[in-house]
Each structure stands twice: as C-alpha cells, then as structure tokens.
C-alpha cells in the first residue's frame, strides 16, 4: 500500500474531485485523513467535511504547502488562472495529476515548471460509481511514480496508461465523451419502443437492460472476439441479420467515424487555446 504516507490535495472540490475523493476512502486505498481540498466557494468545502469527512483548507498555497499528491480539479479554463499565483510554491517532490480536459502536458509543463512529474488524467463521469476508464500519460520525469499513479487512479475503474497525443485524443473521444455518445444510442432505443407503447419507465429499463446485458455478456468472456459474439446472436435470413444489414447499408459506422472525428478536432482546438 504505496498511498499510506501521502498526503493528497484537491485543488477544486466539485463533481469529479469528489468522485475520486469518494472511490478513494470507499476502496480503502486512501484515508479521508490524508485528503486536504481548496475550493473557490465556501459551500462545497463544508459539504467536503461534512459528507467527505476530508480536511479543509483556506487557499491553494497552503494546499501546496501540506500535500505532497495534487490534483488539479478545477474547470480547463479556470487552471491557468489558478496556478499562475502559486506556481513557485511548487517543488519537484510535488506529484501532481491534472484532470483538465483538453489541456496538453506541453502547457501544464509551462505552467509549472518546478513539477518534473506531471501526470495527465482524463477520466469519464462512471467514475462516481467506480466504473470509469481513466486514461493517464506521463511526462518524463513522473515515470518513476507510475505505480503511484495506478493506485491512485485504479479505484475509479479501468485504469489505461496512453501516450500523449493521439493515444490520449482517441481515449478523450472515445471514453470521455463516449458515456455521452453511448447515452445517445440509449435514448434512439428508449424511444422507439416509447413509439410502440411501452411506457416510459419500461422503455428506459428495457434499453438499459439490452446494453448493459450485452456489455456485461463481453466483459465475461474477454477471450471471445465482439465479432464472434455477434454471430451467436444471428442467425442467417433472420429478424437480427435484416437489421444489422440495414446498419451496414446506411453505413451507421462511417457516421459514427465522422461524429469521433469532429470530437477530436475539437479537442485539438480547445488544446490549441490553453
Ligand atoms: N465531470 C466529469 O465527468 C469529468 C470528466 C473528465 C474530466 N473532467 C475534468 O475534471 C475537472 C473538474 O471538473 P468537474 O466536473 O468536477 O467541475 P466542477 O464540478 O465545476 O468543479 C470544479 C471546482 O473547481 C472550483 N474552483 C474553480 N477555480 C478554483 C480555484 N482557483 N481554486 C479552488 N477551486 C476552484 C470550483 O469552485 P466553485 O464552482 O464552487 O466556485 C468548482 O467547485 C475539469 O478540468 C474537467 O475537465 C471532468
């Protein structure tokens, strides 16, 4: 247990701080003792008391002055404006783990010059049931803690080192914002059968059901290819290959290929303004 004698700061305490506050103290992999959190309003901070049972602190340097382990979980626009004040407190001890999206290692290593390891994280919203992927790269100097990392990380899910850039784009994509494109597909589900009479509530259990059934299926049996498990389920000539052979005619996957590739320019624009 790597994580007994750090002392883990949150700089920023809302949904995603306390997710990972909570995925921490819950797996045992942390104690609520060894969290300090800074906040900009008072309100979460007491909530962080008093539901987290974490300690507060009144600014950002004296966060930096007490922790050893930080993460910086305030919105991407508002980091540049957080750190510029309190960047030379910083000391190459520090390990530090940003959660902003679209915020590239290359201008976190500007901002904080003093920190050789510098973790980026991106996780995606599952992470406050403890069911995220979590990608992460690392910057040169942050290699030394990477078993620090995972064990950091690993309570929130499934925990995937990636190589800045396109690795790490293509996870922002397809995990990050893929809850909200999966989420998507469930509502064309729930309703088309709201359309042909099942009540709202029935029709939201039946797609959640339908996916979730099919994901926890390949999550079973890692070993078999998707493919190979898609062809259990359709026989020749049938109700499911006349659907699967419309998807393939409307070509569903190029569309979905064009919406990942829009996603990903967008993420290298916003990079671009950091
Ligand atoms: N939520 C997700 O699913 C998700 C997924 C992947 C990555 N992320 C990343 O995680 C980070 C946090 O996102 P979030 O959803 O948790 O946002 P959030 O709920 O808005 O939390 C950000 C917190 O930072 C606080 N804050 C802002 N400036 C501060 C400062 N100078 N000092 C101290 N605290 C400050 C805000 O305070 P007040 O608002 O109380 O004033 C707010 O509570 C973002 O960078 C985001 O890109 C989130």
Redesign the pocket.
Known sequence: MMLKHKKIGF?????????IIQALIESGAAQASQIWV???????LLKARQELGVQTLA??EELIDQCDTIF?????Q??T???EPIASSFHEGHLVL??????PMESLEALLPNVPMLVR?????P??IRR?VVGYSLSTGAQVAENSVRELLAPLGYVVRCEEGEEFQAL?VSC?SG?GFVLELMQYWQEWLEEHGFSAESARKMTVETFLGAALMAERQPQVPLQDMQDKVVSKKGVTAAGLQSMRELEIERALRYSFEKAALRDTELASRT
Request: with cysteine; proline share 4%; hydrophobic share 40%.
């Open positions: 700089l920023g305490c809302g949904n995603m701080a306390q997710a800074t906040n900009r309003s008072e309100g979460k600014n950002n910086l979980a305030v919105k991407p508002d980091l404006e957080a750190l940003s959660l902003a999206a679209g915020f994280v991106m996780p995606n919203t992470a406050s995220a922002t990050g809850t």
